[in-house]
């Protein structure tokens, strides 16, 4: 038997990075099923702080432009 989570947007919901920084937002969602890979989609990240953590991500979304 799997076991299947798909929550709704958990504004109290605390992520961290590995170095142990919090990210900060106005909150996260989990997605996933445990035979597979748990998403957390999280939101109200800053520009600064996608173009800094999630360079590949932004870079792929906004290409070249500058925010």
Request: glycine share 10%.
């Amino acid at each position: 038997m799997y076991k299947f989570i798909d929550t709704i947007v958990i504004h109290q919901l605390k992520v961290y990075f590995e170095n142990g920084i919090e990210l900060t937002g106005w909150g996260a969602a989990i997605t996933g099923m445990d035979s597979e890979e748990y998403e957390i989609q999280f939101g109200g990240i800053s520009p600064e702080l996608m173009q800094r953590e999630f360079k590949h991500y932004y870079d792929e979304y906004f290409g070249n432009e500058t925010h």
